[in-house]
């Protein structure tokens, strides 16, 4: 048996994994991926030599060869493709391949309903610092994935950040958090350089400063032990200089307002989740 990975979808997401996995150290001899477009292929064969790239758009059936003798399939193309991705790949899988999905707002129940019965499979949540090493995905697995299976995914995914078990009902809370956490981070570094320059600071100058600002703090941040409301103390003290700021984003609710859109996303994600159940029905 093979330890073959198959990456089906090479985009944001998928290459963001691939390159974490490459980069702890799995041989890319063991690795493979599809993309649509030919046109992607040279670039992502220069960026990672040795994994072997498939355009569909080239050969029709590179996904299905792609899975031939693949012990983990990642499905990571656009939420709308795939169920149908899955159908067209079943009849390739082995029988004890464990399918990834990490298509945000699908179910367990369609993707399985996709492919073979008792075929092993889990939902993720995956972000997209797992490209740096520094990622957190969530896994659920499904009904008939064995621990073994489930084992076999983590380890592609532990090289490369944080791996975490929860159950499907959670899966849209840890996107409000984790999936779509990244943006709120650039956001809050788009928002300190526009307030550098309303200041008076060069617009270069002030986006170097927030940019290399908020990664310097993703650093301390992540030091074993470290956690958000020791570093912040440590600099609020009363009187500070910075607690005048948290005083002022206290007043304003900035917590409550970091909530409210945490809770938008789920609400889209139910959205998301309802229109790919009726596109199921079709
Ligand atoms: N981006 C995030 O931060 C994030 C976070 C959590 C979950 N996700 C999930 O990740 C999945 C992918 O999102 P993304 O942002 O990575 O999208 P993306 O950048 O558009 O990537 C989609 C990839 O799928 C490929 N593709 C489409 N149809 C294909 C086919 N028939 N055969 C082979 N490859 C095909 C595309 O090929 P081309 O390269 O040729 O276009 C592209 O590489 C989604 O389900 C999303 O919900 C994303």
Redesign the pocket.
């Known amino acids: 048996m093979t330890s073959m990975i198959a990456f ?9 994994i691939m390159a974490g996995l490459l980069e702890a150290g799995t041989a890319p001899e063991d690795v493979v991926a ?4 030919a ?2 292929v040279p670039g992502l064969a220069s960026r990672y030599p040795g994994v072997r790239f498939i ?3 080239e050969e029709p059936e ?2 299905r060869s792609a899975c031939e003798g693949a012990a983990v399939v990642v ?5 709308g ?2 169920v149908g ?1 899955a159908r067209a790949i079943g009849p390739s899988l082995r029988p004890d391949a464990v399918v990834v ?6 179910p367990l129940a369609q993707l399985e309903a996709a492919l073979p019965q008792g075929q092993p499979v889990i939902r993720s ?4 610092p797992l490209k740096l090493g520094r990622g957190v995905v969530s896994l659920s697995p499904g009904s008939t994935c064995s621990p073994a299976q489930l084992q076999q995914a983590r380890a592609v995914f532990e090289g490369s950040g944080t791996v975490v078990e929860v159950p499907e009902e959670q899966i849209a809370l840890v ?1 409000a958090i984790s ?1 779509s956490g ?1 943006a709120y981070a650039y956001y809050l570094a788009e928002a300190m350089a526009a307030a550098g320059e309303e200041l008076g600071l060069d617009r270069e100058l002030s986006e170097l400063l927030a940019q290399e600002t908020v990664a310097g703090a993703g650093l301390m941040l992540g030091e074993p032990g470290a956690t958000a409301t020791a570093l912040r103390n440590a600099m609020t003290g009363p009187e500070t200089i910075t607690s005048r700021a948290i005083a002022v984003f206290d007043g304003r609710d900035v917590p409550g307002i970091i909530a409210e859109g945490a809770r938008a996303t789920v609400k889209r994600t139910a959205e998301i989740t309802a229109l790919l159940g009726e596109t199921a029905l079709d």
């Open positions: 089906l979808g090479c985009g944001e997401m998928n290459e963001a599809t993309v649509r477009r046109e992607r355009s569909s758009e590179g996904n499905l990571g193309v656009k939420p493709d795939t991705l999905s990490v298509a945000a707002a699908l949540m995956p972000n997209t996107s999936g990244p």
